[in-house]
């Protein structure tokens, strides 16, 4: 339900994105568990990746000679993390959740430091018993239900259907290292 | 007041408590006994169901009696209050609610420790959460104390500590023998009531005003005898600086304290995927914002209508103005309409407070069950007696609630919260947001961060002039008042950030670039969640 929600939004929206690179790809990805053609391509592209840019650290040895499967499971998440699809669902979050977090605080914190030391420009009326202060105040409340309608609109459409297929081939492979186990 | 408000009052009352204990035993018979079950009701409750949820855990006695009663006595000032307590869930729906949902398990704990060496973290984690919560049950406590010497019109000791003993008592056992679900139906419960009851209330208030805020507005402001001041910021706030400072400083507190609140945080575990954790974070902030614009209504309302001085005379803190309204709105004391008024939205109070407390109590002992209890235990203990401990613990906190309870009786209940929100800023959200958000976040970072919020938060309420050096703090006889404002986010909250920085940079320990991309990429997709 999830998947067929976004992606019908998704395709309208994000032409460019990876999201919609990734609609070529979409119907595929149902059968990835069966047939996996592109769950092989992307495996082997994370591979590559594995070997170039991975820092030694990453990998404490003493832990890794001990138990495998765990070692590999990590390089699972840092293969994902680095994987162009995941860089650009994280940057798309950041994109919007930094500047709107900015915004808002510095939104409230001014009028609360307003309501505070400048109770004069706040007691201006504007029309009728209203005045400024109120006006601030239901502006609060107006400016959290937008952004509030904001996320959730850009979050359903921008992240959701990529971070689900990410969520998706995240488990394969890590089921993939573990032995088809858990 | 008269007999037949209390009558009425405790059979609408014992009422709920019938309905909130079938619930419980309805749902204590299917039960199995799992972690999962006990903390997060399974994950099965859909986002409408947990978005009302929510709503019920955060609309505490605090919002509806108390910033009520502010906004009658002060006006605008106590509109400041609502203000904050709504857009402090734009922290959590933005940085919280889907990446926690993604991490975690059942506590706060399970995110940090996710990348940390475990033990320390955990009980870190835990030793705070478990704080913040036996704050906010004190201060529901007081609040309950304090309603019903108002409905049984004696100010004696005996009744509010009765009631101190019972509201313990009942959250004890919804929580023990009910878990997470059950306390999950009790709060949609309550958000149902309580929404109604605020619906209702407010329409009648515009009814006498005819639909006309402005001139509810002028109203206010002419009974008040405060004139245009009263719609304007300052009477509360505005004296010394002093005062001031400790505006900003609550206000900082509200603002980045709900996302650092257990019982808050707990909630999103109960969904099954974080798109339903946000979905049910939208909900929340819909039913929130629209019962805190009914509480401004309701707060105007009752200056215009009874005037400050009935309200203070009843009660100095104003905690009374909602159920005095209703009793006016319903044609008066004497009417039957103003009874049933009265008594309806007395007894949605009571419930308000029970499912808040059951909530906090649920959250606080898969604190000390699953953070404390599994750090500090032998090793060979078995997974099922965890479930065991968390029923032990609630029992237990619920005895430390009512002993609180009842020695801070005198206390003021919003200040209380407002405490439990500047603890929960300073010791919970700069850990919390660290090791979501920075990869060099180490162990002794995460543990520097709870406890350098933690301490100075406390410390700091130790030294001010609630507990000592002001006719109304708690020992007004002895003085060793040394930090003039009441409440410590200011101060605090950055400490907390400070410290985690600190403690990050000073450690010898090389932060684990694979945990931190397990904890980034389970945190943004949902791989491996539970």
């Not at chain 1, 592209?45 to 991975?54: C, F, H, I, N, P």
């Not at chain 1, 007691?123 to 952004?147: C, E, I, K, Y």
């Not at chain 2, 409408?48 to 009658?72: C, H, K, P």
């Not at chain 2, 430390?400 to 206390?411: P, Y």
Request: charged fraction near 15%; aromatic fraction near 10%; include cysteine.
């Amino acid at each position: 339900m999830q998947s067929s929600d976004g992606r019908s939004h998704g395709a309208d929206d994000d032409p460019g994105s990876s999201a919609g690179r990734r609609e070529d790809h979409g119907p595929a990805s149902r059968d990835v568990r069966y047939e996996d053609p592109w769950y092989d391509a992307l495996g082997s592209g994370w591979g590559e990746l594995d070997g170039t840019g991975m820092p030694a650290r990453a990998v404490p040895s003493a832990r890794g000679e001990q138990d495998g499967t765990a070692v590999r499971a990590r390089d699972v998440y840092v293969a994902v993390q680095r994987s162009e699809a995941f860089q650009e669902v994280r940057s798309r979050y950041r994109r919007f959740v930094v500047p709107g977090v900015a915004a808002f605080l510095v939104w409230y914190v001014g009028y609360v430091v307003a309501a505070t030391t400048a109770p004069g420009l706040m007691a201006r009326p504007v029309a009728g018993a209203v005045n400024v202060a109120m006006l601030a105040g239901l502006g609060q409340f107006l400016s959290t239900f937008l952004l509030t309608w904001a996320y959730a609109r850009h979050a359903r459409l921008c992240r959701d259907r990529a971070a689900l297929e990410l969520r998706w081939d995240t488990q394969e492979l890590t089921r993939g290292v573990q032995g088809g186990a858990s | 007041m008269t007999g037949e408000h209390q009558t009425l009052a405790l059979l609408l009352f014992s009422g709920f408590v019938a309905v909130t204990l079938e619930i419980t035993t309805w749902v204590s018979r299917r039960r199995h006994g799992s972690a999962e079950e006990f903390y997060a009701g399974g994950r099965l409750f859909s986002p409408m169901e947990n978005g009302f949820a929510i709503a019920g855990d955060y609309m505490s006695a605090a919002s509806f009696l108390g910033v009520t009663g502010l906004i009658a006595l002060y006006g605008y000032d106590g509109l400041l209050y609502v203000v904050g307590f709504l857009v402090a869930w734009l922290v959590v729906l933005f940085l919280v609610a889907e990446l926690v949902r993604n991490c975690g398990r059942f506590t706060l704990a399970d995110v940090v420790a996710a990348r940390m060496s475990e033990r320390p973290v955990r009980i870190a984690a835990g030793t705070s959460s478990v704080t913040v919560s036996v704050l906010y049950l004190v201060a529901q406590m007081v609040g309950a104390g304090s309603l019903v010497a108002l409905l049984v019109g004696r100010t004696s000791g005996a009744a509010q500590a009765w009631t101190v003993i019972g509201v313990g008592a009942l959250m004890v056992i919804y929580v023990s023998l009910g878990g997470m679900r059950a306390t999950t139906w009790i709060q949609i419960v309550k958000a149902v009531l309580l929404l109604g009851g605020t619906v209702v209330l407010t329409v009648l208030v515009l009814v006498r005003f005819h639909g006309d805020f402005d001139r509810l507005l002028v109203a206010a402001a002419d009974r008040s005898g405060h004139g245009s001041a009263f719609l304007a910021p300052g009477l509360k706030y505005g004296g010394s600086w002093t005062a001031r400072l400790d505006f900003i400083s609550l206000g900082l507190a509200l603002v980045l304290g709900t996302a650092g609140l257990p019982h808050i945080l707990s909630r999103f575990y109960t969904v099954p995927t974080a798109r339903a954790a946000r979905r049910s974070a939208v909900w929340s902030i819909g039913l929130i914002g629209g019962f805190y614009l009914m509480t401004i209504v309701l707060g105007f309302g009752a200056a215009a209508v009874l005037g400050p001085k009935t309200v203070r005379a009843s009660n100095a803190a104003g905690n009374t103005a909602v159920p005095l309204l209703a009793l006016d709105l319903g044609g008066g004391a004497g009417s039957t309409g103003g009874t049933v008024l009265f008594a309806i939205v007395a007894a949605i109070a009571f419930a308000t407070i029970l499912a808040v407390v059951a909530g906090i109590t649920l959250a606080s002992s898969a604190s000390v069950a699953h953070d404390l209890y599994a750090s500090l235990r032998r090793r060979h203990a078995k997974a099922r007696s965890e479930v065991a401990v968390a029923r032990i613990a609630a029992v237990g906190i619920g005895v430390v609630a009512i002993a609180l309870g009842l020695l801070a009786r005198g206390l003021n209940v919003a200040f209380l919260v407002g405490l439990a929100f500047a603890v929960a800023a300073s010791a919970n959200l700069p850990v919390l947001l660290y090791s979501l958000f920075w990869r060099g976040f180490t162990t002794r970072g995460a543990v520097w961060a709870v406890y350098g919020g933690l301490i100075p938060a406390l410390g700091l309420v130790l030294l001010s002039p609630v507990v000592s050096g002001s006719p109304d703090s708690l020992f007004p006889d002895v003085d060793f008042q040394y930090f003039p404002l009441q409440n410590p986010g200011i101060i605090s909250i950055p400490l907390g950030f400070l410290a985690g920085w600190l403690g990050t940079v000073t450690s010898d320990e090389v932060a684990d670039e694979a945990k931190y991309a397990e904890t980034e990429v389970r945190s943004l997709t949902g791989a491996g969640a539970v």
